[in-house]
């Protein structure tokens, strides 16, 4: 029995059309999250960054999600999912106009402040369409629904990465030889130009975002709340705070390493190519490789979710899998190290999908508060590939003062530093066995 009555699921044709414009949304932040890729190699060249530097792109990006999740939530309890969503988009937008001053002075903290903004849009429209998403119909099949939502995401993505790797890495490598022999004003102008080539295309995209968020305050979502918590029996403890569910909070933790591991392998990817001196021509297609490899895998769960395999099934598996593929990218060398890079795709792709429905079972009234939360979690993005960054810088230094060739340091030091994957598929794997149950009722 419930403490209140429990809204029935929406029919599965009244859901048809909110699904799909949910899905707009999420290729839309897929879009705009994944030409990571392409911005951290572009960024280091013109602002002349080492490796940790130039993953502050990813960290600007996602510690948004810290920042503004809480109050992203306490903004969609006021205003509701539509109209959050349509001031997410309108963020993004502004985000967008900022790349303009910013490649006009060529200044990172500029460069770093625009992508923060657009995080902070990102996070209006997570916080308010992850929750929509997953109690829009039956909690047992949400893992099919977010999996649907991961398609539409990461083909945005791989559009992404395909359209600025063209529009901003198209010839990097002969700038980067000309910047060895010209004087310090030409050295200047070259990369002013190479600035300048993110104007157009930021101009566009906020254009798109400013009319989507204008479109979406007419789009036919339904109203939706999540299932109440059960009422209590004799003897039992009600819930009176959102400390009192201990799965929740491994589930936080393990989307933290989660999106962390899925950073590092979408956006360090094309910069892993390059250290191993695989052409740019080449290695700016890398992130396709990752996101091609993640969109099979979610059409595969759209299919297997949740008539052939559970949530938690999916889980154990890609957890176990992104074990192995670490050992593989660190013990290979070369295209075949790269490949396993991209393959971490397909253990990705199901973590983020079976994660939010096991977290957010059973919270009734928290769900929006945890979902804030989970939101949060996606600061792993800020955090964990930085360390990575520095891992290869310090791994570089280390292996030329011990006398290696400094082309041989960088791509050794590169694939030692994908050991940071594994303590974070450990911890996924054991929120997949035993993690998501803690504190939860046996049924």
């Avoid at 290729?27 to 030409?35: A, D, S």
Wanted: with cysteine.
């Amino acid at each position: 029995m419930s403490n209140t009555t429990q809204q029935s699921p929406q029919p599965k044709n009244s859901t048809l059309v909110p699904i799909m414009i949910i899905a707009g949304l999420f290729f839309i932040f897929g879009f705009v999250t994944w030409i990571n890729g392409a911005l951290i190699p572009f960024m280091k060249t013109i602002n002349e960054l080492t490796d940790a530097q130039s993953y502050l792109v990813a960290s600007a990006s996602y510690i948004s999600f810290v920042v503004m999740a809480l109050p992203a939530s306490y903004i969609i309890n006021k205003i509701g999912y539509r109209k959050g969503m349509s001031l997410g988009l309108i963020v993004m937008g502004l985000g967008a106009l900022i790349f303009i001053p910013a490649a006009e002075a060529r200044t990172y903290w500029m460069f770093l402040l625009a992508i923060f903004i657009q995080g902070a849009g990102m996070t209006l429209l997570q916080t308010a369409s992850n929750p929509y998403i997953t109690i829009l119909g039956p909690i047992e099949s949400a893992a099919k629904r977010i999996a649907i939502m991961g398609i539409a995401n990461k083909v945005a993505g791989a559009l992404g990465s395909v359209i600025f790797g063209a529009l901003l890495l198209s010839g990097i490598d002969k700038i980067k030889d000309q910047l060895l022999t010209v004087s310090d004003s030409e050295k200047t102008d070259l990369l002013d130009i190479m600035a300048d080539s993110v104007v157009t295309p930021y101009i566009v995209m906020a254009i798109v975002l400013f009319i989507l968020g204008v479109l979406i305050r007419k789009a036919p979502l339904p109203h939706v709340e999540a299932e109440p918590i059960e009422a209590s029996k004799p003897g039992e403890t009600v819930k009176t705070s959102i400390f009192q569910f201990p799965h929740l909070w491994l589930g936080v933790l393990a989307l933290f390493v989660y999106v962390g591991v899925e950073v590092i392998a979408g956006d360090t990817i094309i910069s892993y190519g390059i250290s191993l001196d695989i052409p740019v021509s080449q290695a700016k297609f890398f992130t396709l490789f990752t996101l091609l490899a993640m969109v099979g895998t979610y059409a595969l769960g759209v299919f297997l979710i949740p008539k052939y395999i559970s949530q938690s099934l999916a889980l154990k598996a890609s957890a176990f899998l992104g074990v192995v593929l670490t050992f593989c990218i660190v013990f290979s060398s070369g295209l075949t190290s790269v490949l396993f890079v991209a393959a971490l795709g397909i253990a990705n792709a199901l973590v983020w999908p079976a994660i939010w429905p096991l977290t957010l079972k059973g919270l009734g009234k928290f769900t929006k508060t945890a979902s804030a939360l989970l939101i949060m979690a996606i600061s792993g993005g800020a955090i964990i590939p930085p360390l990575y960054g520095k891992l290869v810088d310090n791994n570089k230094t280390d292996l030329i003062a011990q006398g290696m060739d400094s082309v041989l340091a960088s791509a050794e030091a590169a694939t030692k530093g994908y050991w940071i994957l594994l303590p974070c598929y450990i911890i996924i794997l054991y929120y997949a066995f035993w993690g998501h149950k803690v504190g939860l009722k046996k049924a």
